[in-house]
């Protein structure tokens, strides 16, 4: 009888194989990264798109009152009250021209700009006028300017003057003995300009006064007869 080769208990090869499989989804993932490693090969990483940039968004400006900018104009012009002269010192005499005029407002036009929003508009001055009051009743005139300066000249003011009839008594000044004195300038200011791609226009009048006084003397003139 031939002797029988005992057999040894172990793993079957079914079992062996079972063995060598990983156990998890994730063990054989692992595995299979592994053996591309071995190989060589090696995945490529999706390319992510680049971001193209939009078109900026387009921001509407609000639509603005030209009014608005125009009153910042008319306020940069800084338009000073007028200073008052008068010819032949003080005190004036009664019967003699006085030459009127206001100093500081020849010249070039001023003129300023300003901008809000869609609106844009220039603001320029033109004196027009100087309204005067001398102190008497009805003692009231209005010159096309602000006056001629004087310096000397004889006779009256050719465009802005005026000659007192009266001396500046206490009894007709409230006792101060000068008569008060007022000029007022009056500015037309007119303003042009963009609003909302448009063009705007418009104006409005300044009047700026200042005031003085002024003494009236009267001259006494003695007339001597021969052999007086």
Same mark, same amino acid.
């Given at each position: 009888?031939?002797?029988?080769?005992?057999?040894?208990?172990?793993?079957?090869?079914?079992?062996? $194989?079972? &063995? +060598?499989?990983?156990?998890? =989804?994730?063990? @054989?993932? #692992?595995?299979?990264?592994?053996?591309?490693?071995? /190989? !060589?090969?090696?995945?490529?990483?999706?390319?992510?798109?680049?971001?193209?940039?939009?078109?900026?968004?387009?921001?509407?400006?609000?639509?603005?009152?030209?009014?608005?900018?125009?009153?910042?104009?008319?306020?940069?012009?800084?338009?000073?009250?007028?200073?008052?002269?008068?010819?032949?010192?003080?005190?004036?005499?009664?019967?003699?021209?006085?030459?009127?005029?206001?100093?500081?407002?020849?010249?070039?036009?001023?003129? $300023?700009? &300003? +901008?809000?929003?869609?609106? =844009?508009?220039? @603001?320029? #001055?033109?004196?027009?006028?100087?309204?005067?009051? /001398? !102190?008497?009743?009805?003692?009231?005139?209005?010159?096309?300017?602000?006056?001629?300066?004087?310096?000397?000249?004889?006779?009256?003011?050719?465009?802005?003057?005026?000659?007192?009839?009266?001396?500046?008594?206490?009894?007709?000044?409230?006792?101060?003995?000068?008569?008060?004195?007022?000029?007022?300038?009056?500015?037309?200011?007119?303003?042009?300009?963009?609003?909302?791609?448009?063009?705007?226009?418009?104006?409005?009048?300044?009047?700026?006064?200042?005031?003085?006084?002024?003494?009236?003397?009267?001259?006494?003139?003695?007339?001597?007869?021969?052999?007086?």
């Amino acid at each position: 009888m031939t002797p029988q080769t005992p057999r040894t208990s172990g793993p079957s090869p079914r079992s062996r $194989a079972a &063995a +060598a499989l990983p156990a998890t =989804r994730d063990q @054989a993932d #692992a595995t299979a990264d592994e053996i591309q490693r071995a /190989l !060589g090969v090696v995945d490529q990483p999706e390319a992510i798109p680049a971001e193209v940039p939009g078109p900026a968004p387009v921001v509407a400006q609000p639509v603005v009152d030209p009014a608005v900018p125009a009153q910042i104009a008319i306020n940069e012009l800084d338009l000073a009250a007028p200073t008052i002269r008068f010819s032949g010192g003080d005190p004036a005499v009664v019967g003699v021209p006085v030459w009127l005029w206001l100093d500081g407002v020849d010249g070039i036009p001023p003129s $300023a700009t &300003a +901008a809000v929003g869609t609106a =844009r508009v220039t @603001a320029t #001055a033109r004196l027009t006028a100087v309204e005067w009051t /001398l !102190g008497p009743p009805g003692a009231e005139i209005v010159c096309r300017g602000a006056g001629t300066p004087w310096i000397g000249q004889d006779g009256p003011s050719p465009d802005c003057g005026y000659s007192y009839t009266l001396r500046s008594l206490p009894e007709r000044t409230g006792g101060s003995g000068r008569f008060p004195v007022t000029a007022t300038a009056v500015w037309q200011v007119a303003w042009q300009g963009i609003s909302a791609g448009a063009p705007v226009e418009g104006g409005e009048e300044l009047r700026l006064t200042t005031e003085t006084s002024i003494a009236v003397d009267e001259v006494q003139t003695l007339v001597v007869g021969e052999g007086e």
